[in-house]
Structure formats: structure tokens, C-alpha cells
């Protein structure tokens, strides 16, 4: 992208973080209220789980497609495309509740997640210059991580006081709206495919060891979600929220706090505390009947999520010439939405028969696994 400045907040930079913002609020703002949309409507839990489950399986296909899709459309196409695929089916769904229309929405809504997400960070890594790339990567990071904090938890509250279809407006209105700005971002088409395929990149080690870490940490990340909620007692409900509230809220911070300082000193030797700080936080949720430790821990494993985001991306696109970008950015989403689904589909299998205390202290362990990767990653970086 040689016309870019060589500022980090460049307009089109500024664009992009805007599009991402209003996608990804797109996305959490309906994310809780299709499946209570569709279990109010007649098919009850298995229609909720079903609504969830076909969106991220569509949006792991798309990202597989999206460097095809970037280089036959360019950027700016590609983009807006997923606008209007997170855009148009959420209006569709004022139309009737009935599961086929619901699924075939949630379908074209994972795809366009699928395009931007892996678009985003890309492109990120195309405006600027290397030596800014952790923090502008942060910064990226808290566009698409403040929804996840504040327009989620709207959005059911919003569907108990306005109703659905005002919500189902909204979440069209929002990434329509937003489109205003892809018209300035880049037209640039993608680069051409490389001749071992986006997994190929997996047999490169210096690629393969961040996937792996970045994998297990969103395993726990799915466990963490899906059953921190589910793990304590009706009367500490509010506890648990507050809990994932802090954990939502370190995330982003950390992540841009870990690119702008590794910018300035390096980033590679960050990634095994950072791990660390997952594994310890991912322990403490073991007590599940101290408000304390469950705060702290949930608040620990936030930051160390967040600092791994950014650390595990930032160094993939540093071991990564220009033109293959798009590999990295593809194989580090689909370590994060296929660790997010199996750790929630593993964990409920086990904890029925462990107990949730117990699931948590295995996940725990499956994070101290993962230092060991982080320790080889920093071995072969010295």
C-alpha cells in the first residue's frame, strides 16, 4: 500500500478501525438475541444452539475463501461486502421467526463476519509501517473488542424493552450505515495465492507455534464464556457477570497496551508471560465460590488473552513477507473461532462427568501446556 502515510492513524487507517467498529457491533448486538429469538418462537434450546452454530461454521468457510475474495474484489469491495452481509439478513428477520429463514440469515451474517475479520487485521498491517504495526494491530484490537463489552448486553437488554424487530433494524441500520466509509479505503486487490495453500502455512514452524498458542488460549476463552455463568450459584449470577464483564474489558485494553509497547521493545519475548497470565488467571476460576478469586481470576485470564492476541499476530505477520498477509490473518482467525467452539463443545462433554471446578482446573492445565511452545517460540527468536 505504498500511498499510505507513514503515520499510524492515516485516514484510511481511520476508516478502517470505523468499519470494523461498526461490524463487529453488528455482529455482538444480535449474537445473544437471535438464539432467544428463536427459543421464544417454538424450537427452544436446540433451535438457539443451531442458530449460533451454523453462523461461526459459516464464518470459518468464508475465512478460508477470503484471500480468494480479496484477490478477485480488492479490499474495499471485499469489505463492504461483509457489511452487507452482517447488514441485510438482520432486517430480513423482522419477517418471521420460522428457523429456516432464521439459519439462512445467520448463514450470510457468518460470512461477512468471516470477510471482515480476516480483511481487518490485513489491512491493518498494510497502512502502516512495521514499526507501528503491534500498536495499530491494538488499536484494531479495541474496535472490534469494545462491542463485545458494550453493544452485546444491549442487545438483549434492548429486545426486552423495544422488541426484536426494532433490534433486527438496528443491527441492519448499524453496518449499512457504515459502509459510508469503505468508499476510502483502499480498492487494492489481494495478493496472489500461494502455491502451498492457506494451511500450508502450518509447516512453517515460526507460523505454526503462535497458531498453536493462540489455539489453546481460545479454548479456554470458549469455556470461559460459555460456562462461567452456568459453573456457580443462582445467587452469584451477578458475580459471574461481573466476572466476564472485567474479563471483556481487560482484553482490548491489554491488547493495544502490549502492541504499543512492543513496538518499542520487541514483542516476542512477551508471549510466555503472556500465556502465563492466562493459565494463572484460567486456575483462580477453580474457586468458584470466592467472589474474589473469581473477579481476579476472570480479570487475569483477560489480560492474558488480550496480550496474546496481539503478540501471537504481530509476530505471524512479522515471519510473513507482505504478499502472504492474508494466509496469516486466515489461519490465526480460524485458531481463534475453531479453539472458541471446541473448547465450549469439549468442555461440556467432560464437565458433566468432572464437575466445573474440576473442568476449569483441566483447562488450566491444557493453557500450562502451552508454554511450552511459547518457550520454544522464544528460543528460536533469541
Excluded at 500498536?135 to 473488542?145: D, R, S, T
Excluded at 474489558?249 to 502490549?258: G, Q
Excluded at 478469586?293 to 488480550?306: E, I, N, R
Excluded at 471446578?357 to 511450552?372: D, M, N, P, S
Aim: contains cysteine; charged residues 10%; hydrophobic residues 55%.
Amino acid at each position: 500500500m505504498g500511498t499510505a502515510r507513514r503515520t499510524l492513524l492515516n485516514r484510511q487507517m481511520i476508516l478502517l478501525l470505523t468499519a470494523s467498529l461498526g461490524s463487529l457491533t453488528a455482529f455482538y448486538l444480535l449474537v445473544s438475541v437471535v438464539p432467544l429469538y428463536v427459543a421464544t418462537s417454538g424450537t427452544g434450546d436446540a433451535g438457539a444452539g443451531l442458530s449460533t452454530g451454523v453462523m461461526m461454521a459459516a464464518t470459518v468457510l468464508m475465512e478460508l475463501a477470503v484471500p480468494a475474495v480479496l484477490r478477485r474484489c480488492g479490499y474495499r469491495t471485499g469489505i463492504a461486502m461483509g457489511l452487507l452481509l452482517l447488514g441485510v439478513p438482520s432486517a430480513v428477520l423482522v419477517v418471521s421467526p420460522a428457523l429456516p429463514l432464521v439459519l439462512a440469515a445467520c448463514v450470510a451474517r457468518g460470512a461477512g463476519l468471516g470477510i471482515v475479520v480476516v480483511a481487518g487485521p490485513t489491512l491493518v498491517a498494510e497502512l502502516v509501517p512495521d514499526r507501528r504495526r503491534g500498536e495499530a494491530l491494538g488499536l484494531y484490537g479495541v474496535a472490534v473488542g469494545v462491542p463485545s463489552v458494550v453493544v452485546l448486553p444491549l442487545g438483549v437488554w434492548l429486545s426486552a424493552h423495544i422488541g426484536y424487530g426494532a433490534v433486527f433494524v438496528l443491527g441492519a441500520a448499524v453496518p449499512l450505515a457504515t459502509l459510508a466509509a469503505v468508499a476510502g479505503l483502499p480498492a487494492a486487490r489481494g495478493p496472489a495465492e500461494h502455491h502451498t495453500g492457506v494451511l500450508g502455512g502450518l509447516r512453517d514452524g515460526g507460523l505454526a507455534r503462535p497458531v498453536m498458542i493462540f489455539a489453546a488460549i481460545t479454548v479456554a476463552a470458549g469455556i470461559v464464556l460459555t460456562f462461567l455463568p452456568l459453573a456457580v450459584s443462582a445467587g452469584a449470577r451477578g458475580t459471574a457477570a461481573l466476572a466476564l464483564l472485567v474479563q471483556a474489558s481487560a482484553m482490548p485494553l491489554v491488547r493495544w497496551l502490549v502492541g504499543r509497547y512492543g513496538d518499542r521493545h520487541g514483542i516476542a519475548h512477551l508471549l510466555l508471560p503472556a500465556v502465563f497470565a492466562a493459565a494463572a488467571g484460567t486456575a483462580g476460576l477453580v474457586w468458584l465460590h470466592n467472589p474474589y478469586l473469581l473477579v481476579a481470576g476472570a480479570g487475569l485470564f483477560g489480560a492474558g488473552f488480550g496480550a496474546v492476541q496481539n503478540i501471537t499476530l504481530t509476530l505471524m505477520f512479522q515471519r510473513t513477507p507482505k504478499p502472504e498477509f492474508g494466509r496469516a490473518s486466515v489461519l490465526w482467525n480460524l485458531a481463534w473461532d475453531g479453539g472458541m467452539g471446541f473448547g465450549a463443545v469439549g468442555f461440556g462433554l467432560v464437565a458433566g462427568h468432572v464437575g466445573y471446578a474440576a473442568g476449569f482446573a483441566l483447562t488450566a492445565v491444557v493453557l500450562v501446556a502451552a508454554l511450552i511452545p511459547a518457550w520454544i517460540d522464544r528460543r528460536r527468536t533469541q
